[in-house]
Nanobody, 123 residues
């Protein structure tokens, strides 16, 4: 009964920034790696960023390095995705996901998913 809830999506102009948040419940937060994926229309869901259960390891998709960072708060049980210098191609539904301990870039490895939050980047 993993429950994840994303927030912070919206419409932003190209070059702008956005911070997404994921609130987790139904799990022992400190025992789960957390990740963000995104899915654009007509495309498969793709890995954006992940952070290990202990917070000691972070992984960012190669195409997003330098523009994206991920962090977690063990008091609030939240995981944030900071996105900067947004581009039109960043437009997608962004999903939060959880799995035990370690980061994976594979959708199939995650045991819990949020409902998604829409990010739209305009020209």
């Amino acid at each position: 009964q993993v429950q994840l809830a994303e927030s912070g999506g919206g419409l932003v102009h190209a070059g702008g920034s956005l911070r997404l948040s994921c609130a987790a419940s139904g799990i022992t937060f400190k025992d789960y790696a957390m990740a963000w994926f995104r899915q654009a229309p007509g495309k498969e869901r793709e890995f954006v960023a992940g952070i290990s259960a202990g917070g000691g390891v972070r992984s960012i998709a190669d195409s997003l390095k330098g523009r994206v960072s991920i962090s977690r708060d063990y008091v609030k049980s939240t995981t944030d995705l900071q996105m900067n210098k947004l581009k039109l191609e960043d437009t997608a539904v962004y999903y939060c996901a959880a799995r035990p301990v370690t980061i994976s870039k594979s959708v199939e490895e995650y045991v819990g998913w949020g409902q998604g939050t829409q990010v739209t980047v305009s020209s």
